[in-house]
């Protein structure tokens, strides 16, 4: 027999959406409540990469050379805002990927050929292992974009902490048929089976009206550069595709070790990942392909409602508030990393008054799942380095229909690792196809305090102790085509009780046969104080989203679970650890 959670007292199981108030009935703060709230006192993350102060947008050039890994990132040293003529390459180096020590800036605007930008760029690891950073400058009033190369002034140097850039510079200039600011983001370059390099640059082909195209460029010798007859891939549906990724990916069962390009040549023979970040809509998307090592094309492998004209259609690494996602390949532990951009979701005042802005995704391990189909992503092994007091360990628990249980202990800076088990399908609502197109305006119809069949059920994260601020992670199960459809959903519209923060829902499927699987599911969140990331499906599915809420400038956050479905969930296993606080780019005096 089930055995009830050992937790907290449940909350008085009645119905959820009694608990779960309406936004209109949260208090406003106080004038000394702003104030806190502004200075960033209670959200600034204790373990996701940021630096101490300022703005942070992309992240540039991550790499792992001679023992250490490094992470390049946009930064403006002048302040909190993002200001285009001022972005530089900030540079912070780590022996583990989570406790990071900051450089000083690797790439200033100093140059004619980047005197109004260094915008973003990637790492290549040249033969003899000397890194080289290629990099998009601006160089003119009329936003002219061009591409850069640097190399260490010292490459024996094992933090790389200067960097110079020659004055051959650009090596790739503006093509005639691009217009001057859509020309940017070269990615790692790679070499073919004739031994030349290759890098992929993301362009607008044909005028401002132009078409979304990310170009390839040839290279002997890293230096002289000629753009290849055909692009790599091509999409009229998107305005702009920036900050491309292309790498190759182990098929299931196989050796991941050996598909890392400075290693060795790219080969059509393997499959690749092409990922995309549409400026219009400001997500990525991916696409498992083939790539072609001779035309240097890339053609989608799509299913379902996917397009291979229309990169908007493709899957994407995360759901929620990420973009320009760079990834790179640990030699050290042979596996692909993926970093991305979570920007902040309140106002520009905020950050100014903060401070700072922007932080970096936990970096996530990134492999193909065994349906061969799409990616599966998890939280490197090293942020388990950080679990301290593991306040909850449970097994055959269950949650009652309407019920919300507290984990007790559990707060702002926690791990929850669970697996949820249905015990019975019969209850799960008819899927309505055309849901299949926007699965957020689904999480926003069919939210945590909408009561369903099967679901929601899942967690409330950040929240305060009378659940009038918290931030729902949780599935939904449909009944489509005699299977079942899994909704994945993270809702923030009772995040915070703050004006002019975005609020709305995060939802994504998760490409998962629930039957197969036992009629189980689970789900890993990372709560960082503003920052909840959640991993759905063993990481088939993941949301990241940026919450405010005013109770946590008291230090005062709370998780539950909860179902607010009509049968019982089982909790077949959920352990929850405190986190303790990484040393991130952490200056003196502060």
Known sequence: ????????????????????????????????????????????????????????????????????????????????????????????????????????????????????????????????????????????????????????????????????????????????????????????????RDSMWRMAIAAKVGGPNGIASTLIYRSKDFRHWKRNDLPLYTSRAASMVECPDLFPVAEPGTEEGRLGYASGTASGAMRHVLKLSVTNMTQDYYAIGRYDDVADTFVPEVDGERSVEDCRTWRRFDYGHVYASKSFFDTRKNRRVLWAWASESDSQYDDLARGWSGVQIVPRKVWLDGDGKQLRQWPIEEIETLRRKRVAALQEAHVNAGGVNEISGAGAQTDVDAIFEIPSLEEAETFEPNWLLDPQKLCEEKGACVPGGVGPFGLLVMASGDLREHTAVFFRVFRHNRKYKVLMCTDLTRSTGRDKVYKAPYGGFVDIDIEQHQRSISLRTLIDHSVVESFGGGGRTCITARVYPVHAENNNSHVFLFNNGTGIVKVSRLEAWTLATAAVNVVHGG
């Open 1 to 192: 027999m089930a055995a009830r959670l050992p937790l907290a007292a449940c909350i008085v199981a009645f119905h959820l959406c009694l608990l779960l108030l309406p936004s209109s009935s949260l208090r406003r703060l106080s004038e000394a409540e702003t104030a806190e709230v502004r200075h960033g006192v209670g959200i600034r993350p204790a373990y996701h990469f940021l630096p101490a102060k300022n703005w942070q947008n992309d992240p540039n050039g991550p790499m792992y050379h001679n023992g250490v890994y490094h992470l390049f990132y946009q930064y403006n040293p002048l302040g909190a805002t993002w200001g285009s003529g001022n972005l530089s390459w900030g540079h912070s180096v780590s022996r583990d990927l989570v406790n990071w020590a900051a450089l000083d800036i690797a790439l200033d605007p100093t140059a004619p050929f980047d005197h109004n930008g260094c915008w973003s760029g990637s790492t290549t690891i040249l033969p003899g292992g000397m890194p080289a950073l290629m990099y998009t400058g601006r160089i003119d009033n009329a936003k002219v974009q061009v591409q850069n190369v640097a190399f260490p002034r010292n490459p024996a140097d094992p933090l790389l902490r200067d960097w110079v850039k020659p004055a051959y510079n650009p090596v790739i200039s503006l093509p005639a048929d691009v217009p001057g600011e859509y020309f940017r983001d070269p990615t790692t370059a790679w070499v073919g």
